[in-house]
């Protein structure tokens, strides 16, 4: 194979307010081979996304890239290629697809126009000639009556379909290289599958490259020819995939690997970066399986007939319902965990909105020690909600930004008169900001000034400070790197033993629920599909699509070795 | 829980650049921002002055002969003095005296007035920005007419921003009927003209300093409404504001303790722009005579009253005014846009 682009002592730096400079990528050299898949694999903030989009310059106007880097295309420098050379390859020898197809397609256009336009400005196509082509790229992107999908708006088409349509973009002008960076985050498991084996078949038959910039190294395993492990800017192992996965020489592609929850073991807690960094690449192994606590006499929280629909108004008198969550029924007891999972758009989520009352249930009722939380008033609620509490999706939206952690951990406690005096709850703030492993000095910070899973940490000593129950956990580790999950699970399980809270575990990563739930539940569109212990419905799956679901899981290198 | 309910000594942590401390901090930074927050402190130091009557106290004292020439145009000739001072008739007396019933007192009159020591002080030719009608100190009258326009535009301001923010606020938040009710006032106030409804609370309220301040705080906070309401429908649904449901937090405490600090940057950019349209607003309102009363003075009676001295060439009154009040509104202006890069999270 012959190397398309090479990549050489790639070094960028961003410039942030007038002094500081911050290094992004601290000279990275790698190769992408002609009808190769090359994937860079890293963690957020490892510089993977800057040395891609360095490829085609890309980069924000603070973006200084070293005058010693070089980046080989067709014989020629690409950091030194004048703006008019450039947009002669953007779009044309090298495309682009981003990770939310939704924010890259213009809303105000037809999926035709759009992928009309490159061909139009790169090959010259007259409008007429172009929407025939356009028919036949949608076709063979695999998106069904691609004649009638030309004159769509991309707000009428799903995530998928829109992702479709990206890819059919960046293909439309043969180019020969294709830069896809996270394209299947976005997307559900099952559509992700469908969108990695497209990439795959399309790069087959053009004999295009692909640099693949992932943070997951499943899927990484399942489409790449050739891996580079990325960290802190800095390449940290490079090779062919099979050596990657099977024979990882350096300490962090080891521990990336392991950290992730698997399907097949679960071990008390899951290993984390620092136990492969500090152990000299060794990691303390815990074989031993975790077991779960045994189910009291009587569950802690009973749901029945619990269902959310949704009323539209489609005309002056016609009225559509819509049903977010219909007859679901569920029991959850001390001490252990149920885990939810589904698609975008089952309704998983608005059953934890639900038991919160955070959503308006349309029927059915919570049992939950004796009480139906649902008709309580809302006065009687506030002794409830102290007992059942929540931790959100994105640490970066859910903790106000102006409340230091101090406020943050100290106001719950004051709404529902925990401690004596201030003072009092300003201590237990500061152990619990302890216990849930963030610095002494971190009370009088600022959100902004912590990390992601340090965030999550502080949404989880919120929620500890009120001492509850059960605690709902909607995705928490989802918007979370891997390693950092890891962490944080490990947390939550350390949490759950201490205080023997009863967990709704909601994800749509079928891994990590695996591993940490119990007893699960598996939701489509709004209902309950399947229930049961988690470890039998992995086994031996009773529901169609349940076993999609499974089926869809990106099972890294393995599965393509058997 | 017992084991975390321990009572531990809380580290002497070092307190992290707040969202404040990063605002001042980024608006040092700006050099024109600096400016012009040193031209506003100069003015509000002269306020203060001014209204503890330190300096302009006697803004009211005709120290000059009528319209006496600016320091700097001392040679210019003052026609209009000098017919004050000449108005004495010339030439002869005629003798009445024979069908005067009056005449017989004269004499005593005449004694009794020279008991009585009268003693004009002398008056100026000339004053340093020159002199009104009644010969009074245009700089001083300039100086005290800032405190009162000033006065005024903040009052009136704060006044708008709080109906306004307290309105946008319970109809962005609550939303519904609450929210549509809300609308319809907003749509009713905005759809009467602004300066017919002023004039309308103008004529039924009465003049006066207080009454400037209520007109323009009720009429002014429309444009403040939207914005807040707008706001605070995008941050209802936030994330955090859910969180702090699920912890209990009262409606108030959400919507005032949670959500207002991360907006009050609309809020205060709204307050600081409604100073500068209401102490505009006061110069309209004096000029056509509904403004402060008679016995003050602010830039719009300035400005009011430069209207016919214009005609005549007397030109300093007017430049006076303007100029104090365009450089206040630039400065304050500026600044405002300094504040509100500094005070958008956005912007970081």
């Known amino acids: 194979m012959t190397g398309l682009v090479a990549v050489r002592d790639l070094r960028v730096s961003f410039r942030l307010g007038k002094t500081r400079v911050v290094d992004a990528v601290r000279g990275v050299s790698f190769d992408v081979p002609v009808n190769g898949t090359v994937a860079l694999v890293g963690e957020s903030g490892s510089g993977k996304s800057v040395s891609a989009m360095s490829i085609v310059r890309l980069l924000p106007d603070n973006a200084i890239v070293d005058a010693a880097s070089r980046i080989d295309f067709g014989g020629a420098d690409l950091l030194a290629a004048s703006i008019d050379e450039l947009r002669r390859i953007r779009g044309k020898d090298i495309t682009v697809v981003f990770q939310e197809p939704m924010s890259s397609l213009n809303p105000v256009f037809t999926v035709g126009h759009q992928i009309g336009e490159v061909l ?8 007429r000639q172009a929407i025939g082509r356009v028919v036949e790229l949608l076709g063979e992107v695999g998106i069904p009556e691609p004649k009638a999908r030309v004159d769509a708006y991309p707000h009428e088409l799903s995530g998928g379909q829109q992702q479709r349509v990206m890819i059919a973009m960046a293909i439309a002008c043969e180019p020969k290289l294709l830069i896809a960076d996270e394209p299947t985050t976005a997307l559900d498991v099952t559509v992700q599958r469908q969108i990695l084996e497209l990439i795959a078949k399309l790069q087959d038959r053009h004999r295009m490259s692909v640099l693949f910039i992932s943070h997951d190294l499943g899927v990484v395993g399942e489409i790449a020819d050739q891996v580079v492990v990325m960290r802190d800017g800095v390449v940290r192992e490079q090779g062919p995939v099979g050596a990657i996965f099977t024979a990882p020489r350096d300490a962090y592609t080891r521990a990336l690997l392991a950290c992730r929850p698997r399907l097949d073991a679960k071990p008390k807690r899951l290993p984390v970066i620092d136990d492969f960094m500090a152990g000299g690449g060794q990691p303390i192994v815990v074989a031993e399986n975790r077991v779960a606590r045994p189910q009291e006499e009587r569950p802690l929280i009973e749901a029945s007939g619990l269902s959310k629909i949704y009323r539209l108004k489609t005309g002056l008198f016609a009225r559509k319902s819509i049903a977010a969550v219909q007859e679901a029924s569920f029991s959850m007891w001390r001490g252990r965990t149920l885990g939810v999972v589904g698609e975008s758009g089952s309704g998983k989520t608005t059953i934890g909105m639900l038991l919160m009352r955070l959503v308006q249930a349309s029927g059915g009722e919570v049992k939950f020690d004796g009480a139906d939380l649902l008709k309580l008033s809302d006065a009687q609620m506030m002794a409830y909600r102290r007992r059942i509490q929540i931790i959100f999706q994105n ?6 930004p102006r409340f230091t952690v101090g406020q943050i951990l100290v106001e719950p406690m004051k709404i529902h008169g925990i401690g004596a005096n201030d003072g009092e709850r300003f201590e237990r703030a500061v152990a619990l900001a302890r216990r849930v492993g963030l610095a002494a000095d971190s009370i009088h910070k600022y959100p902004h000034e912590f990390s992601g899973g340090q965030r999550q940490r502080i949404a989880i000593a919120r929620c500890l400070s ?3 129950e059960v605690l709902i956990c909607d995705e928490s580790v989802s918007a979370l790197d891997v390693s950092v999950q890891a962490t944080v699970l490990n947390l939550l399980l350390d949490l759950q033993d201490e205080f023997s809270m009863s967990y709704l575990f909601i994800s749509h990563d079928l891994a990590v629920v695996k591993y940490m739930a119990d007893d699960m539940l598996v939701m489509h569109e709004g209902s309950i599909v399947e229930r049961g212990s988690a470890e039998a419905i992995y086994e031996s799956p009773q529901h169609e699509y349940t076993r999609k ?8 290198y393995r599965r393509q070795q058997a | 829980m017992a084991a975390i309910a321990q009572p531990m000594a809380a580290a002497p942590a070092e307190r992290s650049q707040g969202v404040w401390a990063a ?11 600096m400016v012009c927050l040193a031209v506003v402190a100069a003015f509000m130091a002269l306020i203060l002055l001014s209204a503890a009557g330190i300096v302009a106290g006697g803004w009211q004292l005709e120290k000059g002969v009528p319209y006496a020439n600016p320091g700097f145009l001392g040679q210019r000739p003052n026609v209009e003095a000098q017919s004050i001072d000449l108005a004495a008739p010339k030439g002869p007396p005629v003798d009445i005296s024979d069908i005067d019933p009056l005449a017989p007192k004269y004499a005593e009159w005449d004694k009794r007035a020279a008991e009585i020591q009268t003693s004009s002080p002398p008056r100026a030719e000339t004053l340093p920005f020159g002199g009104d009608r009644w010969g009074r100190d245009v700089l001083a009258k300039s100086i005290k007419g800032a405190q009162i326009s000033i006065f005024v535009g903040v009052f009136a301001a704060i006044m708008a921003t709080c109906i306004g923010t307290v309105l946008g606020a319970t109809g962005g938040y609550f939303g519904g009927r609450v929210g549509d009710f809300l609308e319809w006032v907003y749509n009713v106030f905005t759809a009467i003209p602004n300066i017919l409804l002023i004039f309308a609370f103008a004529a039924v309220v009465g003049r006066g300093i207080d009454t400037v301040i209520v007109i323009l705080g009720l009429t002014g906070w429309t444009g403040i409404y939207r914005l807040v309401r707008a ?8 994330e955090y504001v859910r969180a702090a449901q699920a912890i209990g937090a009262s409606h108030p405490s959400r919507m005032f303790v949670h959500i207002l600090p991360n907006i009050s940057h ?5 307050l600081s722009l409604l100073v500068v349209g209401f102490i505009k607003s006061e110069v309209i309102l ?11 003075v602010s830039w719009g009676t300035m400005l009011a009253e430069a209207q016919t001295e214009l005609v005549i060439g007397k030109w300093w009154q007017l430049a006076a005014a303007t100029a104090f009040m365009a450089v206040f509104l630039t400065a304050f202006s500026l600044l405002t846009d300094a504040l509100r890069d500094a005070l958008d999270p956005k912007l970081r």
């Open chain 1, 120 to 127: 139009r400005l790169h090959l010259g196509l007259s409008p």
């Open chain 2, 266 to 270: 609309v809020v205060l950019v709204q």
């Open chain 2, 286 to 296: 004096s000029f056509l005579g509904l403004g402060v009363p008679i016995e003050m």
């Open chain 2, 231 to 238: 706001e605070y429908i995008k941050h209802a649904s936030r």
């Open chain 1, 549 to 556: 679901l499974l089926r869809s899981i990106p099972a890294g």
């Open chain 1, 395 to 400: 640490p970066y939206a859910s903790l106000n």
């Open chain 1, 466 to 468: 009120m001492q509850p």
């Open chain 2, 23 to 33: 605002a001042w901090t980024r608006l040092k930074a700006d050099r024109v921002g």
